[in-house]
């Protein structure tokens, strides 16, 4: 009898009780080695990992807990670490962690993929995107990650990770993150802003010397990093866990629907860098398990989605209200690929003097990404979709091994579609949130691994997820908003790919016509005639944020209004009145660089 992934995986991890009913294994769990080491009670088993460098090093953190100023410069912080300094010089503490640590560059699940992604990477793709930043004394960027000085250990991750040359977010990103300074950065989907975060925040914990954690049973993170969703958080742990390999720094992720008694075990066993969905850290919180007291860098990936009116009181609760350093004392990241200037504005209450990166117009696609848009009445939509998806299996979409990721409005819908899709011969699998946990990473690996090819999901799969054989996205149901089409077709075209997009569209779509058009305009893309039509008949307008004029958006503290209301942000009046007459132009006042790369 064939086996399910989940079954496979519970054996692997409980050889010899095979007889008993197959346990719940969460992600962050599965590929450990088959005998543990003994749970080490309270902290100390972060201390054994190395956080026993006992307080210095960081001014101000213990004792008179937020006075302090947080140099624009890390060395600030790092005491003196450089290359095989700080936490990598030491042969005791880290070390010892480092030694029953799983490797992670072998957990790959290949099957029936066998080609690695990162070689056939077409980064010419990214050469000629513009990029722009604002504020005060922006860091230059670099060109290779021999420029970075990230430390030996993680270098040696990035080549393990046959990562060949920074993206450009990374090229901008890392140097900024490195210097201290806060940022608010807009990058296009799949153009590698995980790294962007990781890398910095890992180095900056390798070389700081921080206070022992001052209570036991108490988790006490160095860094923070949010996101939407549970797939999301696992992933960026995944990824965190390659980028600090052999580092000493440890990772643990907390997320709902998964038991949080192993999640609790792990943070015991000691934690520098929490990844974390914000229902479960709230959870967390209140049972006084984590605490936020150490934090020195807090980074929201998909930063827009956290700070939208579904998250955000979660966001302020555990920014503002627990016992988080504050904006300048902490270090602040925020991560998207769309960032409409009301959250912007609402974001820069969880930053300090910060550095604001665009690259790419804030909110567009790749134009790796091909976009078509089909009239499709409702009644037709199933038929159109299994027409499309005949053609793809005749001729092929970029591959036989294509994945199609197809979006649609409801969670009954999803279950719907999936149903129907598998009586008429298409293996699909489905992602939503009323399946449950299992469920839900059950659908996504049969889907990535390539066993189901077809997966039908909602808004859920819509952010961050990196699915890298995905060829083809179908909005069978459009978004209402255009930033979430945005991230819905970025599951494709990710990392120098090529991609297709297809999206239904009828009446009842009329009111993302013209920021679709548009959107579709910017990136290159053929607008059929009666799109511009329904374009040209509607306004912005319902859940679009864009608002009207230009299209797409930038650094909210260059509007004229935020200029004319507020202080100056860059403490100079003629940066002040350089924003508010010069609008996108004045890339020659100070505070503001602009470079098209
Ligand atoms: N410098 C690099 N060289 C090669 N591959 C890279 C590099 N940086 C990132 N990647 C790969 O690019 C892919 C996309 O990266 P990532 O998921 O971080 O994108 P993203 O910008 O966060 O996308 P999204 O906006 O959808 O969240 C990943 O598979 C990652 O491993």
């Known amino acids: ?198 890398f910095p925040i890992i180095s900056g914990i390798m070389r700081g010397h921080f206070p022992r954690p001052p209570r036991p049973r108490v988790a006490f993170p160095l860094a923070l990093i949010l996101s939407p969703t549970r797939e999301l958080s696992c992933q960026i742990h995944d990824e ?64 827009d989605r956290m700070l939208d009116m579904g998250f955000e009181p979660q966001i302020r609760k555990i920014v503002q209200q627990m016992d988080m350093p504050p904006p300048g004392v902490r270090q602040t990241m925020l991560f998207s690929a769309t960032f409409p200037k009301e959250i912007q504005r609402l974001a820069s209450d969880f930053l300090s003097s910060y550095i604001f990166l665009a690259v790419g117009r804030v909110g567009s696609s790749t134009d790796l990404i091909v976009q078509r848009v089909e009239y499709v009445q409702e009644t037709d939509k199933r038929s159109h979709l299994m027409d499309l998806l005949h053609a793809q299996r005749e001729n092929g979409v970029h591959g036989k091994q294509a994945l199609t990721l197809v979006f649609v409005e409801t969670k009954k819908g999803a279950d719907s579609l999936e149903h129907w899709l598998c009586m008429n011969g298409f293996p699909a699998t489905a992602i939503h949130g009323d399946r449950t946990q299992q469920e839900r990473e059950y659908a996504l690996r049969s889907f990535k691994t390539g066993h189901t090819p077809i997966m039908v999901a909602t808004d859920v799969a819509a952010r961050g997820l990196d699915i890298p054989h995905v060829a083809h996205v179908v909005n069978f149901d459009l978004p209402n908003d255009i930033d979430d089409y945005v991230h819905r077709i970025g599951r494709t075209g990710r990392a120098g790919k090529s991609g297709l997009a297809t999206a239904f569209f009828n009446e009842n779509n009329s009111s993302l016509a013209r920021s679709l058009s548009d959107l579709m305009t910017e990136a290159n893309q053929e607008v059929p005639a009666w799109l511009s039509r329904f374009a040209a008949r509607s306004n912005y307008g319902g859940k679009n944020r864009r608002g009207g004029g230009r299209f797409g958006g930038r650094d909210f503290r260059r509007d004229s209004s935020y200029n004319r209301g507020a202080a100056d942000y860059y403490g100079g009046a003629n940066m002040s009145s350089g924003y508010a007459s010069g609008g996108y132009s004045s890339h020659g006042a100070a505070g503001v660089t602009s470079a098209w790369d």
Not at 246 to 267: D, F, M, S
Request: net charge negative.
């Open 1 to 198: 009898m064939a086996m399910s992934w989940a079954d496979s995986v519970s054996a692997a991890e409980n050889p010899a009780g095979a007889a008993s009913k197959s346990a719940y294994v969460p992600p962050h769990l599965r590929n450990r080695p088959s005998i543990e080491p003994p749970a080490q009670a309270s902290y100390a088993g972060a201390a054994a990992l190395g956080n026993d460098h006992s307080g210095y090093g960081v001014p101000n953190v213990v004792g008179s807990r937020w006075s302090g100023q947080r140099t624009e410069n890390r060395s600030g912080y790092v005491g003196g670490g450089g290359r095989g300094g700080g936490w990598n010089g030491g042969r005791g503490g880290w070390d010892r962690g480092r030694e029953r640590e799983v490797n992670p560059f072998t957990e790959e699940d290949s099957e029936p993929f066998s080609e690695q992604e990162s070689s056939g990477i077409n980064f010419d793709a990214y050469e000629d995107i513009p990029v722009e930043t604002s504020g005060d004394n922006v860091p230059p960027p670099v060109n290779t990650f021999a420029d970075i000085d990230l430390g030996e250990a993680v270098n040696e991750n990035i080549r393990r990770c046959k990562y060949v040359k920074p993206t450009p977010v990374q090229r901008h990103a890392i140097p900024i993150s490195l210097a201290g300074r806060d940022l608010m950065a807009c990058a296009q989907t799949g153009s590698g802003k995980t790294a962007a975060f990781c």
């Open 240 to 303: 965190a866990k390659k980028f600090s390999y052999q580092t000493g720094v440890r990772v643990v992720v907390a997320y709902g629907g998964a038991p949080i008694n192993q999640q609790l075990r792990e943070l015991e066993r000691g934690v520098h860098i929490l990844v974390a969905t914000p229902g479960r850290l709230v959870d967390l919180l209140e049972r006084a398990r984590v605490s936020l007291q150490m934090i020195r860098y807090l980074a929201l990936d998909e930063a």
